[in-house]
């Protein structure tokens, strides 16, 4: 289904790249590590399609987690944000 989902998904933005996207993980919380594995490698296909991407509503654990990879990666197409208001506000910016 995940994998369904993924090739639909990348046919929307490369039609609308360079992309921006906003993703609520609030129901996310009781995915099995296989799916959140999944949706993790679905990311980094989707990533060359997308200008800014931003998520929230994440366990704080798995937020703490993303934050140091960010900054240790030194991304600034991707954030984690604390609701869905900030998340659109900032992927609209140019």
């Known amino acids: 289904e995940l994998l369904d989902f993924a090739e639909r998904y990348v046919q929307v933005l490369q039609r609308y790249a360079p992309a921006r996207v906003v ?3 609030r129901q996310f919380v009781d995915a099995p590590l296989s ?3 999944e949706y993790a ?3 980094r296909h989707f990533r060359r399609h997308v200008r ?3 998520m929230f509503g994440m366990q704080p ?3 703490a987690i993303i934050r140091v990879i960010l900054r240790v990666s030194r ?3 991707l ?3 604390s ?3 900030e998340a659109l506000e900032w992927v609209l910016q140019e």
Request: without cysteine; aromatic residues 4%; positive net charge.
């Open 83 to 85: 609701g869905p208001d």
């Open 61 to 63: 654990r798995a937020e």
């Open 52 to 54: 800014r991407a931003a």
């Open 41 to 43: 490698n679905a990311i």
């Open 35 to 37: 799916a959140r594995w």
């Open 23 to 25: 993703s609520d993980l």
């Open 79 to 81: 954030r984690v944000m």
């Open 75 to 77: 991304r600034t197409d």
